[in-house]
């Protein structure tokens, strides 16, 4: 692994970086995840949800939260237009979630528990979140799941 010094910053991946002649340019990574609020928890439905919350993420630090109701209902427009690349919820309707696939956002359902961890984990580099699976999670939802993701990039 090559750590390449920039400023206060140390990148130590190739993808964080690209050459500009004999310097360096730096490229944060930026991510913004979604989550449905219900109490300041995880809203039992994405579908209803009235309250998004969409926190930003840049280099593994939370930068920014803001919240958002969904435009006219149409929570996959919503997310689209915030920028959103990650949904986490806790139940979601198959449509909609194939909605939001094709529009480019990863969805990770079955998740339960207050917002701000989950987040704050998510940025951590935790991706599963399986500390949060809500109870009867299993391995088949996974597993159909799974399934579900690689038929979506088969077809893109």
Same mark, same amino acid.
């Given at each position: 692994?090559?750590?390449?010094?920039?400023?206060?910053?140390?990148?130590?991946?190739?993808?964080?970086?690209?050459?500009?002649?004999?310097?360096?340019?730096?490229?944060?990574?930026?991510?913004?995840?979604?989550?449905?609020?219900?109490?300041?928890?995880?809203?039992?439905?994405? %579908?209803?949800?009235?309250?998004?919350?969409?926190?930003?993420?840049?280099?593994?630090?939370?930068?920014?939260? $803001?919240?958002?109701?969904?435009?006219?209902?149409?929570?996959?427009?919503?997310?689209?237009?915030?920028?959103?690349?990650?949904?986490?919820?806790?139940?979601? $309707?198959?449509?909609?979630?194939?909605?939001?696939?094709?529009?480019? !956002?990863? !969805?990770?359902?079955?998740?339960?528990?207050?917002?701000?961890?989950?987040?704050?984990?998510?940025?951590?580099?935790?991706?599963?979140?399986?500390?949060?699976?809500?109870?009867?999670? $299993? %391995?088949?939802?996974?597993?159909?799941?799974?399934?579900?993701?690689?038929?979506?990039?088969?077809?893109?």
């Amino acid at each position: 692994m090559q750590v390449i010094s920039h400023g206060s910053a140390a990148i130590d991946t190739v993808d964080q970086a690209f050459f500009v002649g004999t310097r360096v340019a730096y490229v944060p990574v930026v991510m913004k995840i979604a989550i449905p609020v219900w109490n300041d928890w995880v809203s039992p439905v994405f %579908d209803v949800a009235k309250r998004i919350r969409v926190t930003e993420v840049i280099d593994g630090t939370i930068h920014s939260k $803001s919240e958002h109701e969904p435009e006219n209902g149409d929570h996959a427009a919503t997310l689209s237009n915030l920028g959103v690349d990650v949904l986490v919820c806790a139940a979601i $309707s198959p449509d909609l979630e194939k909605m939001l696939w094709d529009k480019g !956002v990863e !969805v990770i359902s079955d998740t339960c528990g207050p917002v701000a961890m989950i987040a704050e984990a998510y940025a951590n580099g935790d991706k599963t979140l399986r500390r949060f699976h809500s109870p009867g999670y $299993s %391995d088949s939802r996974r597993r159909h799941r799974e399934a579900f993701e690689r038929e979506r990039r088969r077809s893109n």
